[in-house]
């Protein structure tokens, strides 16, 4: 039986395609549902289908909150292995400027600086993006530049395949990149970029691998860090994107002492209930991020926690 359609009430007024399948959907509400939301936070944009009725999806906002009421920009790749037999992407991806489109009237999501950590939290902010998973990321440094200008408090990583995946890019330089400080953007691609420009002392390998011992150590330098500086006491961590970005980076920083804030992960790994947690992350799949039923692999991680002088407690019920 389709599902019951959905009322459109919002317009895309522009669409920006930055590759094959890879676009930013700007989309304008025709009535403000809300005043404004939390960089980091997601809402529902949706789609009738002729035969299957309503698809609706949430989507990660890339823009920052002062765009309100005018828009929100989406920053979307076209899903070409669905899990389903009808997601959203089929139909958005056929839709252009001046198209209807349904918008969610409610914000979500805890995946903030304000809920994790606080605004007046002045440790270093670590973002780490696989793909689409900029957009929190893309929300939360526009919104900072707005309201506080340049900042050297945001370092973000983005990982993609080729240069021309690497969404936000000049607006990434020109907000992190710019001025007399050092960088605070880093891109990198994992594949051959062909003939794409690709400075041939660039960045090369998943996103995940800025956290290779050896690699982590060369980013702070670049960065203007001394080797060692990401640690949970100047640095917290936020992650988003698939799981294997978010399990590699997770398990590689358990070296320098960051604590997770997911609990299942933090029951498994002996982390005291009233441990703080500087590492966060918002996955954009279901898979498990850690195998939370192999005990070798855990005590592997829990021994790194130890070594970077984490005190664990064994719970009473393992």
């Given at each position: 039986m389709p599902r019951k359609p959905i009322d459109y009430n919002a317009t895309i007024t522009e669409r920006l395609d930055l590759a094959e399948g890879l676009a930013i959907f700007r989309v304008r509400p025709d009535e403000p549902a809300f005043e404004t939301f939390l960089p980091g936070q997601y809402t529902v944009l949706g789609l009738n289908h002729p035969e299957k009725g309503s698809v609706l999806r949430a989507y990660s906002i890339a823009s920052p909150?002062?765009?309100?009421?005018?828009?929100?920009?989406?920053?979307?790749?076209?899903?070409?292995?669905?899990?389903?037999?009808?997601?959203?992407?089929?139909?958005?991806?056929?839709?252009?400027?001046?198209?209807?489109?349904?918008?969610?009237?409610?914000?979500?999501?805890?995946?903030?600086?304000?809920?994790?950590?606080?605004?007046?939290?002045?440790?270093?902010?670590?973002?780490?993006?696989?793909?689409?998973?900029?957009?929190?990321?893309?929300?939360?440094?526009?919104?900072?530049?707005?309201?506080?200008?340049?900042t050297s408090q945001y370092l973000v990583l983005h990982g993609a395949s080729y240069p021309r995946d690497l969404g936000y890019k000049p607006e990434m330089e020109e907000h992190l990149n710019s001025g007399s400080g050092k960088p605070r953007y880093f891109p990198t691609i994992s594949r051959d970029p062909g003939e794409e420009p690709w400075d041939e002392n660039g960045w090369r390998g998943r996103v995940e691998s800025f956290f290779e011992e050896e690699k982590l150590q060369h980013l702070e330098r670049t960065a203007g860090l001394e080797p060692g500086h990401i640690t949970a006491n100047n640095a917290v961590v936020f992650i988003c994107g698939l799981t294997g970005t978010i399990a590699n980076t997770l398990t590689a920083l358990l070296r320098r002492g960051f604590v997770p804030g997911e609990l299942k992960v933090r029951h498994a790994l002996w982390i005291p209930k009233e441990m703080p947690a500087s590492l966060f992350f918002e996955q954009y799949d279901t898979e498990p991020v850690l195998d939370l039923k192999n005990e070798a692999l855990l005590e592997e991680y829990r021994e790194r926690l130890r070594s970077a002088g984490v005190e664990l407690e064994k719970p009473a019920t393992v």
């Open positions: 909150p002062q765009t309100l009421p005018g828009y929100l920009d989406f920053y979307i790749r076209y899903v070409k292995s669905p899990a389903s037999d009808n997601p959203l992407t089929h139909l958005l991806f056929d839709r252009h400027a001046g198209d209807r489109i349904h918008l969610g009237t409610k914000i979500r999501g805890k995946f903030t600086v304000e809920n994790e950590v606080g605004q007046d939290d002045s440790r270093l902010r670590v973002c780490v993006a696989a793909g689409t998973g900029l957009a929190p990321f893309t929300s939360m440094v526009f919104d900072h530049f707005q309201r506080l200008g340049p």
